[in-house]
C-alpha cells in the first residue's frame, strides 16, 4: 500500500516492519500496473505472487523475481527501512548528507553508507524523456568550472574563452525560469559540445540567454539567443541575464565544498543530478520528495559499476 508522511517521524511510523517497505516499494513501482522486469511483459493477468511470500512469477518468461531486481535496490543486504531513511535525508538536507555522517546516522558502514548514496544519485537522475524547456519561458545557460586550484578560480572565464580547462571538470545547466533546471558534466566548452545541449533541451524558438562565449554562436538562427557581456553581469539589463543559473553554480559549489569537501571529476555528474533533483522539488512537500525519489528506482547500479 502507497504510504504518505509529512514528517521524519511521520515516515517512519509508517513503515513499523520491513513488510510494510516492501509493500510500500510494491505499491510505488507498480503503481501504473505490474510488469515483470525480467522480461517486461505488462500483462498483469499474467503476473501471480506466491502465497505468503515476496516472489512474483512472470508466466511469460517464467521467472520468479522479488519487487526489489531490476531497480537499485537489487543486490542490497540493507533494510529497505534503512534505505528510506537515507532518501529522507538526502532529499531533505538542503546540501545533502555525507557519507560519513550517513554511516553514523544509520549505523551502517562508510562503505556501505557511500554505495547507498551514489545509487541513490544514480535514481535522482532526470529521465530522459521529459519534455523539452523554454516554449514561454526564458531559458538561461551557463557552464562552471568544478575543482583544480583555489587560486584559480578567477581564472575560468578566461580558461573558457582559451577553449581551455586548467583540468577542472565542467558542467553545463539549462535553467527554464520559474521551471525545472538540468545540469550535466560536458567534455569540452567546444560549440559542438554546448550547442547540443541547447538544441537536445530546449524547444526551437524558445527565449534563450548565455554569456558571450564563443561556443553559443550560432545559436540565433533557432533561438531567440541573447547573449550577456561578462564584464556587464553585475548590471543586469533587464530580462537579459545569467543570474539564476549562476546561482545555481553557487548552490552546487557550496554543497561540493560544504558537505563532500572534494568529488572526484568521475562522480561529479552523480553530485549534479543529487544537487539537480533537490532543486527541482524545493517547493514540493517533504514526504513528496521521498516518493518521487523512489519513483525512479529502476536499474540496477552494481559495485563493479560505480569503481569502474
Ligand atoms: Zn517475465
Not at 74 to 90: F, G, H, S, V
Not at 139 to 154: I, M, Q, R
Request: glycine fraction near 10%; hydrophobic fraction near 35%; charge should be positive.
Amino acid at each position: 500500500m502507497l504510504q504518505t508522511f509529512k514528517t521524519f517521524p511521520e515516515m517512519l511510523r509508517a513503515f513499523p516492519t520491513e513488510q510494510s517497505a516492501i509493500d510500500h516499494l510494491t505499491a510505488v513501482r507498480w503503481a501504473n500496473g505490474k510488469f515483470c522486469p525480467l522480461c517486461g511483459n505488462a500483462d498483469e493477468k499474467r503476473i501471480g505472487t506466491l502465497a505468503g511470500t515476496n516472489t512474483h512469477k512472470c508466466y511469460v518468461c517464467r521467472k520468479r523475481f522479488s519487487i526489489k531486481v531490476g531497480t537499485i535496490f537489487q543486490d542490497t543486504k540493507l533494510p529497505l527501512r534503512t534505505w528510506y531513511a537515507a532518501i529522507w535525508l538526502i532529499t531533505n538536507h538542503p546540501k545533502g548528507i555525507a557519507s560519513t555522517t550517513l554511516a553514523t546516522d544509520l549505523g551502517i558502514t562508510q562503505k556501505s553508507a557511500w554505495h547507498v548514496l551514489h545509487r541513490l544519485r544514480h535514481a535522482s537522475r532526470t529521465p530522459s524523456f521529459n519534455a523539452p524547456l523554454g516554449g514561454d519561458a526564458p531559458v538561461e545557460a551557463d557552464e562552471t568550472f568544478v575543482g583544480g586550484l583555489e587560486k584559480n578560480k578567477h581564472a575560468d572565464k578566461r580558461l573558457k574563452n582559451n577553449g581551455g580547462t586548467g583540468g577542472k571538470t565542467i558542467v553545463m545547466g539549462l535553467l527554464e525560469r520559474g521551471g525545472e533546471l538540468r545540469a550535466g558534466v560536458i567534455d569540452n566548452v567546444q560549440a559542438g559540445s554546448l550547442q547540443d545541449v541547447v538544441r537536445h533541451h530546449v524547444e526551437p524558438g524558445s527565449t534563450l540567454y548565455t554569456d558571450d562565449a564563443y561556443g553559443y554562436r550560432g545559436l540565433a538562427k533557432d533561438f531567440d539567443h541573447h547573449t550577456v557581456q561578462h564584464k556587464a553581469k553585475r548590471y543586469v539589463d533587464g530580462e537579459a541575464h545569467t543570474q539564476s543559473i549562476e546561482g545555481v553554480w553557487a548552490l552546487l559549489k557550496r554543497q561540493i565544498i560544504g558537505i563532500h569537501h572534494w568529488v572526484s571529476p568521475k562522480h561529479l555528474d552523480a553530485y549534479v543530478s543529487e544537487m539537480t533533483f533537490r532543486y527541482n522539488r524545493r517547493e514540493m512537500p517533504k514526504g513528496e520528495r521521498v516518493n518521487d525519489l523512489l519513483s525512479q528506482v529502476e536499474g540496477p547500479l552494481p559495485y563493479k559499476v560505480l569503481i569502474a
